[in-house]
């Protein structure tokens, strides 16, 4: 079956702007994770979702980012008024949820903040 | 929570030799322990997985060992090749309920032809 997927895979832009990063992940796992991915580095988690339970959003680095989960699907990181370092791969990965953790990465998206 | 320690940060090791990641959890319930591979602009992958119930499983030239009364686990390669150069995370988690899976830092393998 369809894998995670992400949209888009690069986005360029200028500081100060905002971005919307989009994830979908494998049909009907309840798991939803964001990761932030500088060069080089490890995996920075940022958020995780599971089912409609609220969001553990403890690794989110400002306020200027967010994510949201519509329908319990597709996921939305938002990034307000970018900023230089905020330039990184940014990958999403889903999993069963409560029948599993097995973990499936999505491409990601890079993003570069000009 | 869980807390995930992985050793050493970077290995070089000469081709057709083995090598070995090890990794240390913090949670003694946590009972799954996957090991990914992220080859350079990819994303990372799974390459084996092992839970509490064994304490070893192979898979051709790789094979992870879990100890659980010192709560670590190690990633070993043998005979390694080129392509086995790439990042290794380790993680752990609690496989069951909504629990979160956590990471390594990651190491940097090389392989030295």
């Known amino acids: 079956g369809a894998g995670v997927s992400q949209s888009p895979s690069n986005k360029v832009t200028e500081k100060g702007k905002d971005v ?21 580095q490890g995996l920075e988690f940022l ?14 680095p400002s306020d200027r980012f967010s994510a ?14 970018t900023q230089q370092e905020d330039s990184a791969v940014y990958l999403c ?16 998206t890079r993003l570069t903040v000009l | 929570g869980e807390n995930v320690e992985q050793h050493p940060s970077t290995l070089s090791v000469q081709e057709g030799d083995s090598a070995v990641i090890k990794c240390t959890y913090s949670d003694s319930a946590s009972n799954y322990f996957p090991w990914y591979k992220q080859e350079l ?3 990372p992958q799974l390459i084996i ?6 304490g070893e499983k192979k898979d051709q030239r790789i094979a992870v060992t879990l100890n659980k009364t010192a709560k670590h686990f190690s990633l070993h390669i043998t005979e390694t090749q080129p392509e086995d150069s790439a990042v290794y995370f380790c993680a752990a988690s609690i496989d069951q309920g909504a629990q979160k899976l956590v990471f390594g830092q990651g190491t940097r393998l090389t392989i030295n032809p």
């Not at chain 1, 949201?68 to 008024?81: D, F, K, W």
């Not at chain 2, 997985?49 to 064994?54: P, Y």
């Open chain 2, 41 to 43: 602009g990819k994303r």
């Open chain 1, 47 to 60: 958020i995780y979702f599971q089912g409609n339970s609220a969001p553990d959003k403890s690794g989110l």
């Open chain 1, 20 to 40: 919307e990063l989009r994830c979908d992940p494998i049909s009907g796992h309840t798991a939803l994770y964001w990761y932030r991915q500088s060069l080089g």
């Open chain 1, 93 to 108: 990965a889903s999993s069963p949820g409560l029948a599993g953790v097995r973990m499936y990465f999505g491409p990601g």
């Open chain 2, 49 to 54: 997985d092992i839970r509490s119930n064994v």
């Open chain 1, 68 to 81: 949201e989960r519509t329908g319990g699907s597709v996921s939305t990181l938002t990034i307000q008024r």
